[in-house]
Each structure stands twice: as structure tokens, then as C-alpha cells.
């Protein structure tokens, strides 16, 4: 016998790439397998190793993937170039806003009442105070809390003032003021005459007139359109304010029962008088006369129960006649005081009566220097009417 090669030999040394390879228990004779490609040997870490398993190829979910993500990308194109534009835009606006105006000289510009944002942003170009109307409306919108508006009248616009200096005063209702004087003894349909005549306010005076007496002489000042309804609520709101304060500080033994003769007496001391140091003395004549029980003659008196709130005119003088005509203001015919003021006294009239001076008076007379005479006897009295009278004489004459 002779010895073969080992067995370990011929297990991996002989076998070559086209050699067959019997499977191990293949005794049925049947032909051997073979490998096509070589075996290559592994250690025992690589062996233990995990095999990469093959990731299945989605080629129509990956294309529906870009085709979204592309869209996203375009809307977030589209959203970025307009803030861009917006930002833009703000900038462009809020510093046209705030720098110089076009306006070469002070201007005066009228805010009709009603007039809402956008007409008066037109207006305001057209004007040249603005070079821009949009940027003037979307702005001062923008800028507004909540009720806020521009508000009526006419305003003056300095030279170059920006747009938010124009909106500013316009929001503020600082316009330029007009005004009114409403002098102390004029009667309310006087005074209604005048607020009818002012072109610079607007609709219609009451269809009743307010009671003799109660509107407040004063001048009151009030924007273009201002509307003369609301001038008179004013005077009658500011009257009824100041009777109600001097009232409380009246001496106490006036020989008046309430405020309306207070008014009354006020108003007769107004038209007797309009010089302001003789008022508390003229109110102490009449003050003395009541409590003496004595009629107040009054001239003022008989024009007004004549007359009414027309008043008398100018070039018609009182006759003796008139002192003795019947009427219910006639303080030559009547007992104490008429049933109600003959005009609107004023605050100092109202004091006057309120607190008299301290006299015996119950007599005064014109002295012809456009003051009074007082007395306190008839004699006086009639002296110092004799000196008015010789004064009268010689003013005819010259």
C-alpha cells in the first residue's frame, strides 16, 4: 500500500475554479453543481457580519416628492419678494409722511363738515399742501385709534409742513376761531338778529326764542360752521351757570324772592346804566325804592312794555305820553318789578344787585356826562334835574 495525499490537502488545495465539487451525502450519482464564481474564504468577524439588504427603488414617490417640494419653494419665493416689497413700500410711505410738504407760503385750508379721509386727502394734494393723497389717506387711517377723525374747520398750514404735521392739526380741531360779541342789555331777539347775520355759522336759530334774560353776554369764539343752535345753547348754558353762583353770594336782605326777579331787577339795572362803577349804586336805588314800597319808574321799563325785544329806535324819543301808557312793564304805572327781565344783563349787573352799595339813595337823574346825579331827598332830586335840564337847554341851542 502506499500512502495517499492527506485529506486536509485536497479539501481547499486542489480544487480549482471549473472543478466539480461534490455536495456532501450526493450518492445518487448525479452530476455535481457548479459554482461560478470562486469562494473566496472569510474570517469568523466578517462571517458574523449583517449583509446590506438592497433598498427597493421608488422612482414615482421620489418625483411626486420634488414636484411638491418645488411648489413650497414658489410660494416661499412669492411670500419672501413681497415682504420685500412691503417693506419697501413702508419705508417709502412713513418717510414721504414725515419729511417737508410742498407748501411755499402759509395757507388757509377749510375741513367741510362730513368730509370723510379720502375727500380731503384729495383735497389736500389738489390744494398743493400734499404731494401725495394716497400716501396722506393710508397713513393717517393707519395711525388712527379707534373714533378718531379729522375734524371740521378752517386751518392754517405752515410753510413746508410735513404730512403728519398737516394730519396732526387737523386730528387736534385747533382751526383758526371767528368770533361773536354779544354786548350786556341786548334783548334775545336782538341777539338772535346778530347770530343770524354771522356768515361763518351755520343752520338754523331755534323757532322759539329762549326767555328774556337768559342768554349770557359774552364774545364766543367757534370754528367755520359752527352751528348757531349750539352758540345759543352756550349762552344760555353760561347764564344759567353764573345767575345760579351769584345768587348764592346775594346779600341777605334783598327784597327779592328768587332768581327770576333777581334776573329782572339785573336787567333793569343794565339798560339804566353802562357805566360799570355806578351799577352797584343804581341797583341800591332800586334796592331802596322796593323795600320803601315806591314804584321803580324806570324809562328802560316803558321802551321794553312799548317796544318789546325789537327794542326802540334810535332816533325815536320817549315821550310823557309813553310814561303813561298801560302796560305790563310800565314801572311808572305798575307796584314793584315787571313780570320778567327787559334784556340779558351781564355779570357785573347781576353782582351789582346781588350785593348794592350801602346808600339811601332813591333817586338818580342823567347829569349830562353821560353818568348819573344821586339823591336821596326829593329836593336833591329835583335840583339835580334842574342842572340836567339847563344842560339839555344849551346842548339845543349850540
Not at 418717510?95 to 411755499?104: F, I, M, N, V
Not at 344787585?353 to 333817586?363: G, S, W
Amino acid at each position: 500500500m502506499h500512502a495517499g495525499p492527506s485529506r486536509a490537502g485536497c479539501v481547499l488545495g486542489d480544487i480549482d475554479e471549473g472543478d466539480p465539487v461534490s455536495e456532501p451525502g450526493n450518492n445518487n450519482g448525479d452530476q455535481p453543481k457548479r459554482n461560478k464564481r470562486p469562494i473566496v474564504p472569510k474570517s469568523a468577524r466578517e462571517a458574523l457580519r449583517p449583509e446590506k439588504v438592497p433598498q427597493p427603488t421608488a422612482k414615482h414617490s421620489r418625483r411626486a416628492k420634488s414636484q411638491l417640494v418645488i411648489f413650497l419653494n414658489f410660494l416661499m419665493s412669492i411670500a419672501v419678494l413681497a415682504c420685500i416689497c412691503g417693506v419697501g413700500v413702508y419705508f417709502y410711505a412713513t418717510s414721504t409722511y414725515r419729511e417737508a410738504g410742498p407748501l411755499k407760503a402759509n395757507a388757509t385750508f377749510t375741513v367741510r363738515s362730513g368730509a370723510g379721509l379720502a375727500e380731503i386727502s384729495t383735497a389736500l394734494q389738489r390744494s398743493g399742501i400734499i404731494t401725495d393723497s394716497r400716501v396722506f389717506r393710508y397713513v393717517t387711517a393707519a395711525r388712527f385709534r379707534d373714533g378718531e377723525t379729522l375734524k371740521a374747520g378752517d386751518y392754517e398750514i405752515k410753510v413746508g409742513s410735513s404730512m403728519q404735521e398737516v394730519a396732526d392739526l387737523l386730528q387736534s380741531g385747533k382751526s383758526i376761531l371767528y368770533s361773536i360779541s354779544i354786548p350786556e342789555g341786548l334783548t334775545v331777539k336782538q341777539v338772535f338778529d346778530r347770530l343770524s347775520a354771522d356768515e361763518e355759522l351755520s343752520g338754523d336759530l331755534p323757532a322759539k326764542l329762549p326767555p328774556e334774560g337768559s342768554l349770557m353776554p359774552e364774545t364766543y369764539k367757534f370754528s367755520r360752521g359752527t352751528s348757531r343752535e349750539e352758540i345759543v345753547q352756550q349762552m344760555e348754558e353760561g347764564q344759567s351757570a353764573l345767575v345760579d353762583s351769584i345768587w348764592l353770594k346775594r346779600d341777605a336782605d334783598l327784597p327779592i324772592k328768587n332768581k327770576k326777579e333777581f334776573v329782572t331787577l339785573a336787567s333793569i339795572v343794565e339798560k339804566e346804566t353802562g357805566i360799570a362803577d355806578e351799577r352797584p349804586r343804581v341797583a341800591a336805588v332800586f334796592i331802596n325804592r322796593l323795600k320803601k314800597g315806591m314804584r321803580l319808574q324806570s324809562d328802560p321799563t316803558v321802551i321794553y312794555g312799548i317796544y318789546g325785544g325789537d327794542g326802540k329806535p334810535s332816533d325815536t324819543p320817549i315821550y310823557k305820553s309813553d310814561l303813561e301808557k298801560d302796560t305790563p312793564f310800565n314801572t311808572y304805572m305798575i307796584k314793584g318789578l315787571p313780570p320778567g327781565p327787559i334784556a340779558n344783563p351781564g355779570r357785573a349787573s347781576l353782582e351789582a344787585v346781588a350785593n348794592p352799595a350801602r346808600t339811601e339813595d332813591i333817586y338818580f337823574v342823567a347829569d349830562g356826562s353821560g353818568g348819573h346825579a344821586f339823591a336821596s331827598t326829593l329836593k336833591e332830586h329835583n335840583a339835580n334835574v334842574a342842572k340836567w335840564r339847563k344842560l339839555e337847554a344849551g346842548k339845543q341851542q349850540n
